[in-house]
């Protein structure tokens, strides 16, 4: 999925008619197909892919679980990155 400027006075796409300046999340073929027929109909094809980061419960040297430490508001110590 991509965020797009509509360039053109108005256009249909599969999220409805969008009119000049509206900003739209569209499939990237659908971009492309848009684009392939109006010539720059949409701009701004910025690709909006999420960080898929797993998370685990962090572990002491023994195994037993941490726990957050209540001194680092800004940092969870009980749970880290995989």
């Given amino acids: 999925m991509a965020k797009v400027t509509v360039k053109v ?18 499939p990237d073929a659908e971009i492309k197909s848009i684009n392939a027929s109006r010539k720059g109909a949409l701009q701004g094809e910025t690709v909006l892919k999420k960080a898929a980061t797993k998370v685990k419960r962090a572990r002491n040297k023994n195994g037993t679980l941490k726990a957050d430490d209540p001194s680092t508001p800004n940092i969870n110590e009980a749970w880290e990155k995989e």
């Fill in 9 to 26: 006075p108005n256009i249909f796409t599969s999220a409805g008619k969008h009119v000049e300046g509206d900003i739209v999340e569209l």
